[in-house]
Every structure is written in C-alpha cells, then in structure tokens.
C-alpha cells in the first residue's frame, strides 16, 4: 500500500515538472510585433477570432498571450522605429495608417459685383424690416392721426433702434408735414416717410471705401468685438476688392484664436489672394506689420488686416489695438479702420462703438446681420452717436451677401414697393 503512494506521488511531481517546462517554453517563445491595428492571418480569416499558436497555448491553459500586444521600441531603437518598420513589411493590411494627403486648395472663384448688390438683395432685406417700414406706413395713413397714433409711431421707432433723438426729430418733422400738406393715401404717406428717413440717414455723406491709393497698398483695419463675425466679414470685403478688379493680401492678425488664420486663408484662396500669417498666440503687430511690408513689395492695391476680437470693456486689448494701427503706420497711414456690428444686437452696439471709438479713429462701420433683424433703425442710431457712416451692410449668410450701404435703396427696401 505504501508502495503504491510513493509511485503515485512520484507521477504528479514528474507530471507537474513537465508542466512547468513547457509553460516556460512558451513564455520565452519570440512574439512576432504588430503595427497598430495590423491583425493575423487567422484573426482575418474568422474575422477576429485567434488560431493557430494562440489557440494552442489556450488549450495548454496558459493566458500569457491575452497580454497586449508589445508595440514598443526595443533598448537601443529609437521610439516608433519598431512600430514603422513592422508597417512597412505587413502589406496588403487595410488597417494601416494611410499618410495624410496634402491642404486642398479651394477653387478660384469670381466674385460678384459690389455695384447694385444692394438692389439685388432688396427683397432680402425687405423681408426682415417689415414691422418699421409697413408699420409706419400704415399707422400714418390711417384715417386719423391723433396723439394716440403719435404714440405709436414713436413706439414703433423706438423699438427699430432709431434712437431717442433721432426718433423726436422724425416724429417733430412727419408731424409739421401732415398739418401742412396732409397723407389723405398710402401714396402720400409713404413720399412723406421716405423723405424724412433718408433726412436721417443721409444722402450726401462719402461712403467710398478707400481700397486704392497712388504709389502704394490702401490699408484696411477689420476691427469689432468677438462673435460678429469679424474674420468672415474681412473675407468678404476682399471678393468686394477682387471683385472691382484690385489685387489684395490679407494679414490675420487675429493670433488668439487658432481657426481664424486658416479661416482667413481659405477665404483668401477662393478669390486667389495671398494670406500672411504668423505664429499661434504671436504678437498681432508683427503680423500686420509684415502683411503691409508683404503688400509693398508685391505691388498689392489693397492690404486687409483682421484683428482679434477683443470685449470692449477691455482697456488692455484696446491698447493692443492701437499699438498694431501705430505699429503698421510706420509703413504709411492707414486708410480704412471699419468697426463691424452686429445688427442683431441693437443699443449694445453702440456702447461698443463708442469705445472703439477712444482706441483708434474709425473711418466706418459694418452692419452684419441685418437680414436677421427688424430693427433697421441701427444705421440711423449708429451715424448719429459716432459721426461715421455705414459703409457696408451683411444681408447673409453667402460670400457675395456683403453689400455697399445705398441709402436709398435701403430706405425703400424699408418701406416696401409703393402701393
């Protein structure tokens, strides 16, 4: 009895001491390294499932192989070495990093023209200004025109952004002309309106953008708070530029914000203009100071620079910006500082306006998104509390949507086609 213990425990340990070896043997066996995503000839043909040694050592009982997969550099190669060198002998793997193709140029395109854009995007417009212009038009050829009435065409101004004073000069002067020569029909009333708005508006004020100088490159100064729509709006200025036939470069200034310059670019290419760009969070004055050095030496008629936007209860920002109108002032005066705006936004604006106002002597304003908006009777607000005209007006979303301010056809888009 004795005896046949001592041969049973003489069978395990002999057993357990093979055992042992083989799951030695196999911890030492070499692993073939994978590049990322590569996979077996076996995980394909059952579409991730493992044969062959893997399902070999899974019936002897060992899971060392469940381990990831070694992918790193061996003591001497230097790191990645391994990864690509296994990359380049595993053909025919669809799993491998494809290189990156090289940035797309869009396509040259020709802008349309700024002449007349205004007339044809009047509908547009016209659409969005119904409550000022129909408004009015009804209240004030209506049968009687008594304080109450008054009252609501005051209410009526107000709410369009006209203004208190501006609003207290209409009102004062539609009221002198009923009394003298009476709006008895729609006809009447709408002559009368038309007149006093384009008083307010002004026909005789330059909107000229001053884009083409003798002996070197007009400099144009995008500036405005974030979210108006600031770079796209730089963009759209130069298919105004390309579109009269001027050469442009364009400097993205705006260093903060690290999709502008691309976006600047892309704008820049689709009209076939050169973009200057410089380092993400550099120095803004040193990006339009070679945009305007660039713009010399390629005999440019235009250099554009767009700016960062910048809140304007920020005094240390505002510095800045006027340090990058003095900074490129040393290759020449610059021509145009627009202020963009969004329309939408209303007496906010001009709370903006007035300080950018203080930081550098704006020469004009951009009204964005006034296809989105009622209240037309921002242009009139803003020209009265800064003293600088609307030279430009977004009426959408398309790059051809950017027109040059005409006061008469804006104050007739207002107020519809006569009856």
Same mark, same amino acid.
């Given at each position: 009895?004795?005896?046949?213990?001592?041969?049973?425990?003489?069978?395990? =340990?002999?057993?357990?001491?093979?055992?042992?070896?083989?799951?030695? $043997?196999?911890?030492?066996?070499?692993?073939?390294?994978?590049?990322?995503?590569?996979?077996?000839?076996?995980?394909?043909?059952?579409?991730?499932?493992?044969?062959?040694?893997?399902?070999?050592?899974? =019936?002897?009982?060992?899971?060392?192989?469940?381990?990831?997969?070694?992918?790193?550099?061996?003591?001497?190669?230097?790191?990645?070495?391994?990864?690509?060198?296994?990359?380049?002998?595993?053909?025919?793997?669809?799993?491998?990093?494809?290189?990156?193709?090289?940035? &797309?140029? #869009?396509?040259?395109?020709?802008?349309? #023209?700024?002449?007349?854009?205004?007339?044809?995007?009047?509908?547009?417009?016209?659409?969005? &200004?119904?409550?000022?212009?129909?408004?009015?038009?009804?209240?004030?050829?209506?049968?009687?025109?008594?304080?109450?009435?008054?009252?609501?065409?005051?209410?009526?101004?107000?709410?369009?952004?006209?203004?208190?004073?501006?609003?207290?000069?209409?009102?004062?002067?539609?009221?002198?002309?009923?009394?003298?020569?009476?709006?008895?029909?729609? =006809?009447?009333?709408?002559?009368?309106?038309?007149?006093?708005?384009?008083?307010?508006?002004?026909?005789?004020?330059?909107?000229?953008?001053?884009?083409?100088?003798?002996?070197? #490159?007009?400099?144009?100064?995008?500036?405005?708070?974030?979210?108006?729509?600031?770079?796209?709006?730089?963009?759209?200025?130069?298919?105004?530029?390309?579109?009269?036939?001027?050469?442009?470069?364009?400097?993205?200034?705006?260093?903060?914000?690290?999709?502008?310059?691309?976006?600047?670019?892309?704008?820049?290419?689709?009209?076939?203009?050169?973009?200057?760009?410089? =380092?993400?969070?550099?120095? #803004?004055?040193?990006?339009?100071?070679?945009?305007?050095?660039?713009?010399?030496?390629?005999? $440019?008629?235009?250099?554009?620079?767009?700016?960062?936007?910048?809140?304007?209860?920020?005094?240390?920002?505002?510095?800045?910006?006027?340090?990058?109108?003095?900074?490129?002032?040393?290759?020449?005066?610059?021509?145009?500082?627009?202020?963009?705006?969004?329309?939408?936004?209303?007496?906010?604006?001009?709370?903006?306006?007035?300080?950018?106002?203080? $930081?550098?002597?704006?020469?004009?304003?951009?009204?964005?998104?006034?296809?989105?908006?009622?209240?037309?009777?921002?242009?009139?607000?803003?020209?009265?509390?800064?003293?600088?005209?609307?030279?430009?007006?977004?009426?959408?979303?398309?790059?051809?949507?950017? $027109?040059?301010?005409?006061?008469?056809?804006?104050?007739?888009?207002?107020?519809?086609?006569?009856?």
């Amino acid at each position: 009895m004795e005896l046949l213990i001592l041969i049973v425990v003489i069978a395990v =340990a002999v057993v357990a001491t093979v055992g042992l070896a083989v799951g030695s $043997a196999v911890r030492r066996r070499p692993r073939r390294r994978l590049a990322r995503g590569a996979r077996t000839d076996g995980e394909r043909s059952l579409g991730g499932g493992l044969e062959g040694e893997s399902s070999r050592a899974a =019936a002897a009982g060992t899971i060392d192989e469940a381990r990831p997969v070694d992918i790193t550099s061996p003591p001497g190669e230097p790191a990645g070495a391994a990864v690509a060198t296994d990359a380049a002998v595993d053909t025919g793997d669809d799993a491998a990093v494809a290189p990156v193709p090289p940035r &797309q140029r #869009p396509p040259v395109e020709t802008p349309a #023209p700024g002449d007349g854009r205004l007339v044809r995007l009047r509908m547009r417009l016209a659409r969005s &200004q119904n409550s000022l212009g129909k408004g009015l038009l009804a209240l004030l050829s209506g049968d009687r025109l008594d304080e109450e009435t008054w009252e609501d065409v005051e209410a009526t101004l107000l709410v369009a952004d006209v203004g208190v004073l501006a609003t207290n000069e209409l009102v004062a002067a539609l009221r002198e002309r009923t009394k003298v020569l009476g709006a008895s029909t729609p =006809a009447q009333a709408r002559e009368m309106l038309r007149d006093e708005l384009l008083a307010q508006v002004g026909t005789t004020t330059d909107r000229s953008l001053r884009t083409s100088v003798p002996d070197r #490159p007009a400099v144009v100064l995008v500036v405005g708070v974030n979210g108006t729509g600031k770079t796209t709006t730089c963009g759209k200025i130069a298919r105004l530029v390309v579109a009269e036939g001027r050469t442009v470069v364009l400097g993205a200034a705006d260093t903060f914000r690290a999709a502008a310059a691309e976006q600047l670019q892309t704008w820049g290419e689709r009209v076939g203009a050169e973009t200057v760009r410089g =380092a993400e969070g550099g120095d #803004p004055a040193s990006v339009a100071f070679d945009a305007v050095k660039r713009g010399v030496e390629a005999a $440019a008629d235009t250099v554009l620079i767009d700016t960062a936007g910048r809140l304007h209860t920020k005094l240390g920002l505002m510095d800045e910006l006027a340090k990058i109108k003095r900074v490129v002032g040393k290759h020449g005066p610059v021509d145009e500082v627009l202020l963009v705006l969004d329309a939408t936004t209303g007496q906010n604006a001009l709370v903006q306006a007035r300080v950018f106002t203080e $930081a550098v002597d704006l020469t004009g304003v951009v009204l964005t998104k006034l296809d989105g908006t009622a209240k037309g009777g921002i242009v009139i607000a803003v020209q009265r509390e800064l003293g600088v005209p609307v030279k430009l007006i977004g009426l959408g979303e398309g790059p051809d949507d950017l $027109a040059p301010f005409e006061p008469e056809a804006f104050v007739d888009a207002l107020l519809g086609e006569p009856a």
